[in-house]
């Protein structure tokens, strides 16, 4: 039976009989010369390899925000998307030679932006020899990339449509730590092997191991749950680091899609840490350099003792949206008849440098304007303007809106059932603090814009008791602050480094959260409907699906029973209500309210 493209490309991977360098020919003489000295035979005793790397592209071809209509802009005037990337690794190739440079990813590639959303759901891509092509397997493969590690966000449209991207790739996704449910097996290519010419001595090979997050059992639960399991990250590296040593490998390389510092947001849902890196360098010999992702921060180079060899693994992690690049120069010497790694350094460089490679931004064009048709539909009105900028600390109507879309939702789902009598609470996060709805004619990507992610709804029936314990949870956000201490809202929230995805706003209920107590002892005055919360009540909460599994680790959620799920985004529940109703008027939401205090007296006014 001919093997289609896909299962040439992961058979090719997994072996480890190696893989050519695609073009790879004997250096030439300049550059040889810079691959190190020779023997006096003709024969270079040392060679430089540079393996580049990006992460968490999240579905940015170009340098567009989809949500604004316009090229990408930050605070810091960063630059985003593989067109800019593309331009780096050009130069970081010429500078080194092809020959003698890999270019990896260490996750999250498929979700993120529009552009992602519309192949995965408006036109879904089907395969390799149908349907559309996904513009981020357009872009990666025309820049030949060699493997890239799957990230948690690659599981959000399922299964299904991640086959579908990784027919289209050229290259291999890699996850040594995503296996079939039953059988233990790899789902996908653990690794790859790669064999780079060297004029008259054995050719330096390099070998690739992706691992990915355990945190995918979790967050997409009810995409893997009963089909793949997810093993920690060390656990799976003590297994296939040996391995690529005993087929040869003179240099190991990781692309991990967790972070370095060991942290975990889900709790003990599952017995393997979410941001393992570090440890897989400390506790796994034989690693040279690791590829650090999903945790959205720059880090040029951090330096790992391994805790048994003494010998220093070298990590990077190139920001995120394709902001950077991680550049990985390893010297190797030729001694004793085989290769050793001699030295190796890691930088991150700028996209915002560098122009849009125009290969790469025409290939993508006609799939851009595409989604940049969609996005600008008009699908209703607003009565005045709302924005997100001050959602993180004060109750305001923009997220008072997410929470009436969601809460409207699930009565109508419950209607007619034992459970519709209850009160019905929602909860919703400050994903964007640029997010915005504008007085008058709203777009398609105006609301899109309030829920970046791809999170569905669940319901799921909460005591009082359980409700208050969610709140003070959500509570520990904000920076404990004195009575008398002067107030700064850039500083006041996001503390011991909890993410604006993490913080929770409730509705049908008010409530006051009093900063001035510590984190636990903070919700006071914690009403439903004017009275106080029976801590015996139960409630309805509307909860997306990643809070629902676990995500951030709030307490009773994950366990509580569920009395309805959705399927659907709650972006499109969103988009879905606005051409409903044709308008959005925030003087009809509910009253319910909750704010900042200290000792009784608001924050802010």
Same mark, same amino acid.
């Given at each position: 039976?001919?093997?289609?493209?896909?299962?040439?490309?992961?058979?090719?991977?997994?072996?480890?009989?190696?893989?050519?360098?695609?073009?790879?020919?004997?250096?030439?003489?300049?550059?040889?010369?810079?691959?190190?000295?020779?023997?006096?035979?003709?024969?270079?005793?040392?060679?430089?390899?540079?393996?580049?790397?990006?992460?968490?592209?999240?579905?940015?071809?170009?340098?567009?925000?989809?949500?604004?209509?316009?090229?990408?802009?930050?605070?810091?005037?960063?630059?985003?998307?593989?067109?800019?990337?593309?331009?780096?690794?050009?130069?970081?190739?010429?500078?080194?030679?092809?020959?003698?440079?890999?270019?990896?990813?260490?996750?999250?590639?498929?979700?993120?932006?529009?552009?992602?959303?519309?192949?995965?759901?408006?036109?879904?891509?089907?395969?390799?020899?149908?349907?559309?092509?996904?513009?981020?397997?357009?872009?990666?493969?025309?820049?030949?990339?060699?493997?890239?590690?799957?990230?948690?966000?690659?599981?959000?449209?399922?299964?299904?449509?991640?086959?579908?991207?990784?027919?289209?790739?050229?290259?291999?996704?890699?996850?040594?730590?995503?296996?079939?449910?039953?059988?233990?097996?790899?789902?996908?290519?653990?690794?790859?092997?790669?064999?780079?010419? %060297? !004029? +008259?001595?054995?050719?330096?090979? =390099? &070998?690739?191991?992706?691992?990915?997050? #355990?945190?995918?059992? /979790?967050?997409?639960?009810?995409?893997v749950q009963g089909r793949m399991a997810f093993p920690g990250l060390v656990e799976q590296a003590k297994v296939y680091v040996p391995?690529?040593?005993?087929?040869?490998?003179?240099?190991?390389?990781?692309?991990?899609?967790?972070?370095?510092?060991?942290?975990?947001?889900?709790?003990?849902?599952?017995?393997?840490?979410?941001?393992?890196?570090?440890?897989?360098?400390?506790? %796994? !010999? +034989?690693?040279?350099?690791?590829? =650090? &992702?999903?945790?959205?921060?720059?880090? #040029?180079?951090?330096? /790992?003792?391994?805790?048994?060899?003494?010998?220093?693994?070298?990590?990077?992690?190139?920001?995120?949206?394709?902001?950077?690049?991680?550049?990985?120069?390893?010297?190797?010497?030729?001694?004793?008849?085989?290769?050793?790694?001699?030295?190796?350094?890691?930088?991150?460089?700028?996209?915002?440098?560098?122009?849009?490679?125009?290969?790469?931004?025409?290939?993508?064009?006609?799939?851009?304007?595409?989604?940049?048709?969609?996005?600008?539909?008009?699908?209703?009105?607003?009565?005045?303007?709302?924005?997100a900028a001050e959602s993180t600390y004060k109750d305001t109507p923009i997220i008072d809106f997410i929470n009436l879309v969601q809460?409207?939702?699930?009565?109508?789902?419950?209607?007619?059932?034992?459970?519709?009598?209850?009160?019905?609470?929602?909860?919703?996060?400050?994903?964007?603090?640029?997010?915005?709805?504008?007085?008058?004619?709203?777009?398609?990507?105006?609301?899109?814009?309030?829920?970046?992610?791809?999170?569905?709804?669940?319901?799921?029936?909460?005591?009082?008791?359980?409700?208050?314990?969610?709140?003070?949870?959500?509570?520990?956000?904000?920076?404990?602050?004195?009575?008398?201490?002067?107030?700064?809202?850039?500083?006041?929230?996001?503390?011991?480094?909890?993410?604006?995805?993490?913080?929770?706003?409730?509705?049908?209920?008010?409530?006051?959260?009093?900063?001035?107590?510590?984190?636990?002892?903070?919700?006071?005055?914690?009403?439903?409907?004017?009275?106080?919360?029976?801590?015996?009540?139960?409630?309805?909460?509307?909860?997306?699906?990643?809070?629902?599994?676990?995500?951030?680790?709030y307490p009773h959620v994950a366990a509580a029973t569920s009395v309805w799920s959705d399927s659907d985004e709650i972006r499109n529940?969103?988009?879905?209500?606005?051409?409903?109703?044709?308008?959005?008027?925030?003087?009809?939401?509910?009253?319910?309210?909750?704010?900042?205090?200290?000792?009784?007296?608001?924050?802010?006014?």
């Open positions: 039976m001919p093997l289609n493209r896909r299962d040439f490309i992961n058979r090719s991977a997994a072996t480890g009989a190696g893989v050519a360098l695609a073009g790879a020919v004997a250096a030439a003489p300049a550059q040889a010369a810079e691959a190190g000295e020779g023997d006096g035979k003709g024969r270079q005793k040392t060679f430089a390899l540079r393996v580049l790397g990006t992460t968490d592209l999240h579905g940015h071809a170009l340098n567009w925000d989809y949500f604004t209509d316009a090229e990408y802009d930050d605070a810091a005037h960063n630059d985003v998307g593989l067109a800019k990337i593309a331009t780096l690794v050009e130069q970081a190739r010429a500078e080194k030679g092809h020959d003698r440079t890999l270019l990896i990813d260490a996750g999250d590639i498929i979700q993120g932006t529009q552009l992602s959303y519309y192949y995965a759901r408006v036109e879904p891509i089907t395969g390799a020899s149908t349907g559309p092509q996904h513009p981020m397997a357009l872009a990666m493969n025309h820049m030949k990339y060699d493997a890239a590690a799957l990230g948690n966000h690659e599981f959000n449209y399922g299964i299904p449509l991640l086959r579908a991207f990784q027919e289209q790739c050229d290259f291999p996704l890699l996850a040594a730590n995503a296996v079939d449910a039953t059988t233990l097996r790899p789902a996908f290519p653990p690794y790859l092997v790669k064999e780079l010419k %060297v !004029p +008259g001595l054995p050719p330096v090979k =390099v &070998g690739v191991l992706g691992l990915t997050n #355990p945190g995918i059992a /979790v967050w997409d639960k009810a995409n391995r690529l040593r005993a087929l040869g490998c003179d240099v190991v390389i990781c692309t991990d899609h967790s972070g370095l510092d060991g942290g975990t947001t889900y709790g003990d849902a599952v017995p393997y840490p979410e941001n393992a890196s570090s440890q897989v360098a400390a506790q %796994v !010999p +034989g690693i040279d350099a690791i590829l =650090v &992702g999903h945790t959205h921060v720059e880090r #040029p180079q951090t330096l /790992v003792v391994n805790e048994e060899t003494g010998r220093t693994v070298v990590l990077s992690e190139p920001l995120y949206w394709g902001m950077r690049l991680s550049v990985f120069d390893i010297d190797l010497a030729f001694e004793h008849g085989r290769w050793h790694v001699t030295s190796v350094t890691a930088e991150v460089r700028n996209a915002n440098t560098v122009a849009e490679d125009p290969q790469v931004a025409q290939l993508v064009r006609g799939e851009h304007q595409k989604v940049v048709d969609y996005v600008n539909q008009i699908i209703g009105t607003c009565s005045v303007a709302m924005s809460a409207d939702t699930v009565r109508a789902a419950l209607a007619g059932t034992e459970y519709a009598g209850l009160p019905v609470l929602s909860e919703a996060s400050p994903f964007s603090r640029t997010a915005a709805i504008p007085a008058g004619q709203v777009s398609l990507r105006d609301v899109a814009g309030l829920y970046v992610y791809e999170n569905t709804l669940d319901a799921k029936i909460l005591t009082g008791a359980q409700v208050k314990d969610y709140l003070e949870w959500s509570a520990a956000y904000f920076v404990q602050t004195a009575p008398d201490a002067p107030v700064d809202p850039a500083k006041l929230t996001n503390a011991n480094n909890t993410p604006d995805f993490s913080y929770d706003v409730l509705s049908g209920l008010s409530y006051d959260i009093d900063i001035s107590r510590p984190a636990g002892s903070r919700i006071v005055n914690l009403t439903a409907g004017g009275q106080p919360v029976d801590p015996a009540a139960q409630f309805v909460l509307a909860v997306n699906n990643y809070r629902s599994s676990g995500g951030s680790n529940t969103i988009i879905a209500w606005v051409r409903a109703h044709g308008g959005i008027d925030p003087a009809s939401f509910p009253a319910d309210r909750w704010r900042l205090t200290r000792a009784g007296v608001p924050v802010f006014a």
